[in-house]
């Protein structure tokens, strides 16, 4: 996975580091492929609707989707929604209420066998989930 780490594998990339890295960055993808192979990014739908959906610029819009078209892509099918369900069941009543959105990407990394590239800490309360902190 990563060119400037000793983490390997699979990795789904949190939309926080997309839109921080194209904040500060202004290309997101240039960023990311710095640090990451291509062919060890995955990514889900919500992923791409966060993304997509505060990208300004069509024409960084279609990069961006051009982009999604080629990462590994885990479908949000009926076994992943129930498996959500049961996931956020749990950590409801353990007191932690995690966005929705947060408990699909975190479903979908499992699913994939990925680590979550992310900002938030949050993302460590979830059990069995392995989660990377960005160095960029």
């Known amino acids: 996975m990563a060119k400037s780490s000793s983490h390997s594998g699979f990795v789904l990339i949190d939309s926080n580091v997309y839109i921080t890295s194209g904040r500060h960055y202004g290309n997101p993808i240039a960023k990311i492929t710095e640090h990451i192979d291509l062919e060890n990014v995955v990514s889900c739908g919500v992923i791409h609707a966060e993304v997509l959906r505060g990208i300004k610029s069509p024409k960084a819009n279609k990069t961006m989707r051009s982009f999604f078209e080629v990462t590994i892509n885990v479908p949000t099918i ?45 993302f460590k309360q979830i059990p069995g989930l392995s989660v990377i902190t960005p160095e960029f």
């Open 78 to 122: 009926n076994s992943i929604w129930e498996r959500v369900a049961t996931l956020a069941w749990k950590l409801d009543r353990q007191g932690r209420i995690l966005p929705l959105q947060d408990i699909v990407i975190a479903i979908c990394a499992m699913e994939a066998g990925a680590s979550v590239l992310t900002y938030d800490k949050h």
